[in-house]
């Protein structure tokens, strides 16, 4: 369970990446979402204004048109036949509808931003002498609204001749033309219109991943003045939309608790590192430490490693460095194990060669027989104890081949050759035969290792008993071999000692106790092993050899 828990190292490197980079990415992507709104909330507050304009301008004109009017220019109008007729509706409404919502449209990241709009032209036509006067009592209506709303408003007649206006010297527009505006056409037209252009002229226009884009913007928004299918005239509204820097400025509460919560995102995102990453790193480096100033038992899995990768690498470690331990206290072991071995012949040989030199004239033929014997008989044991040490050492080191050998060949070459040194050898066991899995002079050497311990530890006359049988159970496949005697047996107090090297119980006869050793090394690399059986009678071990697949 807790290995589901842990995360991949690839997998924290890359949510921190991501965090990081999402973080400035989030930052902008949000100020740019928050000037749009601006620019939106902007269009939106025109759109209102303009609408209020538009109704007011058709208030004035039914009034002024009205026969009880009294006014001398507008009396004899009819509202009915003044403006243009609109052939197609911009938009296909129910006519019992009386809503006329208007959503803002405009999109800083969308939306084409114009040039700076031209100034007003001198036009074919004159005003209209209706939308004159109504623009007379326009003119301070609007200059007062704008005092509160900020706009620029300009009211144009459906010639497009301006008859109202509250730009600076807006006394000196009225009569000018707005025909070169394209969405004065389109109000013109029947269809309200916005629009972003630039501010102001001869200054380049901000990159497009600027987060104060719009304080060079102005929104422009037309509406068409409309009565009974009939454009009386237009609106157009001007504004710059709110500052980013004043709106962000008005919300700085908010914004300094976002920061303070990104600023412990990041703060959590570190620490989250710090403990999955460089505290488990850092422990291991500890371990490693101290296992370098020669402690044993230092390096240990780590409790709380963090993630796979380090899980995996704290266990490896630890299983390397308990594996080097080991082998460095089997090489202690076994070289107080050599130096004793080879200390007794060769105390003996030196007080032998001693002897024979300061008193050979004074013994005689039988004595110094005897002391040549002691030589030889010592000389010959450490030529064993060192065949037998390069053979374990072969066996430790040994790289296991393609090399197989027919089972019960083998099986049978080892019993007749014991059989020629006086043991009696009983072959029992299956009468087809399998491919081992190693050279057939390793299992060799490991069969005759066996019998030649029965032969030198059963007595006068031992009967071995010499069968095999299939491990239908193992993996990889294997073949058991059972070696049992009948001779003197293994004791309680040595059964645990018998696979040490050196340990033997007949050292005086010049055995060196790495028999079993060598076979239990030879076995295990190849992949199989040996065990000691109990048995009411003599000793028995059971081998398994694995086969060839």
Known sequence: MRNL?????RSILLLTNLVILALPLGGITWLR???????????SELIAQGAFVAATYRAIAERLTAPDSGDPIAANRMLEDYGYVLVTPPLERDPGDRWRPRAPVLDLADDRILPTAPPPAEGVDTADPLAWRIGQELNPILRQAQRTTLAGITVVDYRGVIV????????????????????????????????????RSGQPAPPLDSIS???????????????????????MLVRT????????EGKRQPLIAAGLALLGLVLALTLFSALTISRP??????????????????????????????????????????????RAQYIRDFAAHVSHEFKTPLTAIQG??????EHDAEMSPEERTRFLDILTQDARRLENLVRKLLELARADVMRVGDESCDLALVLSGVAERQRGLGLKVELQGRGDSATAAMAPETLDSILGNLLDNARHHGGADVTVSLSW?????????????????????????????????FFTTRRSSGNTGLGLAIIRSLLTAHGGGIERVPAARGACFRVKVPLKT
Do not use: W
């Open 5 to 9: 828990l842990r995360f991949r190292l």
């Open 33 to 43: 979402l928050y000037e749009s709104a601006l620019i939106r909330q902007t269009e």
């Open 164 to 199: 109202a206006s509250t730009q600076d010297g807006g006394g000196d527009e009225l009569g000018l033309s707005l025909l070169n505006h394209e969405e004065v056409q389109q109000a013109l037209g029947g269809k309200a219109a916005s629009t972003l252009r630039a501010r």
């Open 213 to 235: 884009r719009s304080a060079r913007l102005r929104v422009y928004v037309t509406e068409p003045i409309v009565r009974e299918g009939r454009v009386l005239g237009a609106v």
């Open 241 to 248: 939309p709110a500052n980013l820097r004043h709106a962000i």
């Open 281 to 326: 790193v850092r422990q291991l480096v500890q371990q490693a430490h101290r296992a370098a100033r020669g402690e044993t038992g230092a390096v240990t899995p780590l409790r709380h490693p963090g993630t796979q990768e380090i899980a995996e690498l704290s266990e490896t470690v630890a299983t390397m460095a308990r594996t080097l331990e080991q």
């Open 352 to 357: 032998s060669v001693e002897l024979l030199r």
């Open 469 to 501: 049988a299939l491990d239908a159970g193992s993996q990889p496949p294997c073949a058991v071999v059972t070696v049992a005697d009948d001779g003197q047996g293994i004791s309680a107090a040595n059964a645990e000692r018998i696979f040490e090297p």
